[in-house]
């Protein structure tokens, strides 16, 4: 079974960048490179998770209305709520487990 991601691979050659091969990921890939990426950034290591909440509230403040208590956080304000680094680390969790059943179609 393949799915529709795509594998690009590219090489740079003296600053030009080309397309070498393109087609559809298996499964297995798609999981493999997921956490592979997830490895920079670990559940409940430092404060990855409400680090993405800093930045979500700052590059999206019109989604704060969705956080009651929280319409009107700012940056900082996420900094120094522990709401927000028990939810980042709930949504990291998600991603982690996400990424690492990818490739289970029973679960």
């Known amino acids: 079974m393949h799915i529709n991601a ?3 691979r590219i ?3 003296n600053g030009e960048i080309s397309l070498i091969e393109q087609g559809a990921m298996a499964p297995a890939d798609v999981r493999k ?3 592979a990426s997830l490895a920079n950034v670990p559940v ?10 800093k930045f979500f509230f700052t590059t999206h403040p019109e989604h704060r ?3 009651k208590g929280a ?4 940056a900082d304000d996420v900094e120094k709520s522990e709401r ?3 939810l980042g680390n709930a949504i990291l969790l998600s991603v982690h487990v996400l990424a690492n059943t990818y ?5």
């Open 44 to 53: 409940m290591k430092e404060h990855h998770g409400r680090d993405f909440y």
């Open 33 to 35: 490179h997921t956490v």
């Open 11 to 13: 090489r740079e050659n």
């Open 65 to 67: 209305r969705y956080y």
């Open 103 to 107: 490739d289970n179609v029973g679960v």
């Open 84 to 86: 927000f680094d028990k």
């Open 71 to 74: 319409e009107n956080f700012n």
């Open 6 to 8: 795509q594998c690009v």
